[in-house]
């Protein structure tokens, strides 16, 4: 008789695990419904590379070699370079930065013509995608234009062991930080191209800790 009830008692916990794994499972599957499906592309302006600090910019001046140099943006996100000092660079475009560097040297050069070209791209930090959470390698990335979450993916090494990735989220700051469910797991383990959107500068994408 002790047996017997021993026996039962154990398939009734059995039982008993399995209802609650299967309510947590179904509880998990049922919050991705939460938030509306990223759209696959995202529409935007024409995009025009924001300068930010990190970035190397090599500036030309024609026709004269001795004030053209190759310089970092600073922290302060200025740069300095031969007989300018303190330039701002931050949140301008290339173009915009030629510009003001030929109203500097016109004090000093007749008809400055001057060229700059970024050659080392992280941009500020408002145009930068961020991952976080469950990614093999979490870190920022430099927006760059038709960036798609496939790429996102391969830049940070793909997804953890045990990341839930079909509960991603994408908060979008172009929208003022409008949140979207992102299907990282179809995409990434299963190839599903039809999980794939399209990123915009400033987006941050969270990956959470799948239960199992």
């Known amino acids: 008789m002790q047996n017997d009830t021993s026996a039962f008692i154990r ?13 947590v499972i179904s509880g998990c599957a049922s919050t991705g419904g939460n938030l509306p499906a990223a759209p696959a592309t995202a529409a935007s302006p024409a995009y025009n590379y924001i300068v930010g600090p990190g970035d190397t910019l090599q500036i030309t001046v ?15 996100g200025k ?11 931050q949140g301008k ?5 030629a510009r003001d560097v030929e109203k500097a040297l016109a004090k000093y050069v007749r008809d400055p013509v001057v060229t ?3 050659t080392n791209f992280v941009g500020p930090y408002s ?25 996102v993916m391969i830049a940070v090494g793909g997804l953890t062991e045990f990341a839930d990735g079909n509960k991603a989220t ?18 990434v383990k299963r190839g599903d191209i039809s999980a794939n959107v399209e990123m915009l500068p400033g987006d941050v994408l969270i990956i959470p800790q799948g239960w199992f």
């Not at 740069?79 to 300018?84: A, E, R």
């Not at 145009?127 to 790429?151: N, W």
């Open 11 to 23: 398939t009734a916990c059995r039982a008993a695990v399995c209802a609650a794994a299967a309510l």
């Open 93 to 97: 475009t290339s173009q915009e930065i």
């Open 116 to 118: 700059v070209i970024v």
């Open 127 to 151: 145009e930068q995608i961020r991952v976080l959470g469950a990614a093999a390698k979490p870190q920022f990335l430099p927006y760059k234009q038709k960036m798609t979450a496939m790429d």
């Open 170 to 187: 994408l908060v979008r700051s172009a929208e003022n930080g409008k949140r979207y469910s992102v299907r990282l797991q179809d995409l």
């Open 62 to 76: 024609w026709r004269n070699p001795e004030l053209s140099s190759t310089v970092p943006v600073r922290p302060d």
């Open 79 to 89: 740069v300095s370079t031969p007989l300018v000092d303190e330039l701002v660079a």
